[in-house]
């Protein structure tokens, strides 16, 4: 066998890996069509109340609560997404519950999607590769002025879901 065939041999089976390699791997882009996204939820109570008599106010003591929750998405129907249908189904995400903060990352298809709390609703995009946080946000408890005095209510609720501004929508 002469040298030129055996370097000839040696570059076509270089070359044949090398394609096998390429096979294999499909592009970036198509690897990870979604992102990964960190929901959060942390969770405050009133634990006190003081009349402040200057002011005519109350001043309010707060400590963490039990942050363990459960949310809904759900896929926005009609929106131009990089995935079928059948990999952008509703799911139901649970944080954890421990006290004042928990938080889990989750991998969510791209497109636009509905997410469901208790009493809150909103809309969000995903984009490819594109990060970011959804956060959940719960007050117990508040303190009002009563007749001179500050009295606590800790049937008052106040819940809030919020994601950076470029993903709210579904457009």
């Known amino acids: 066998m002469s040298r030129a065939s055996v370097i000839v041999g040696f570059a076509l089976t270089l070359g044949a890996s090398s394609l096998l390699a390429a096979a294999k791997a499909p592009p970036s882009s198509l690897q990870t069509p979604g992102a990964v996204l960190q929901f959060s939820h942390s969770h405050e109570r009133v634990l006190g109340c003081t009349y402040q008599p200057a ?35 509703p799911t139901t995400i649970s944080l954890p519950n421990r006290e004042g903060k928990s938080a889990q990352e989750v991998r969510v298809e791209s497109g636009a999607w509905s997410l469901s709390w208790l009493d809150q609703q909103l ?25 001179g005095r500050c009295v606590r209510h800790d049937e008052a609720v106040v819940r809030s879901v919020s994601v950076p501004a470029a993903f709210l929508g579904s457009h």
Do not use: D, M, Y
């Open 123 to 147: 809309t969000f995009r995903v984009e490819p590769q594109r990060n970011f946080g959804v956060q959940l946000k719960t007050i117990s408890g508040a303190c009002v002025v009563e007749s």
């Open 55 to 89: 002011t005519e106010n109350c001043a309010e003591r707060w400590g963490p609560a039990a942050a363990g929750v459960t949310l809904s998405l759900s896929p926005v129907e009609r929106r131009l997404v990089s995935q079928p249908h059948h990999e952008r189904v």
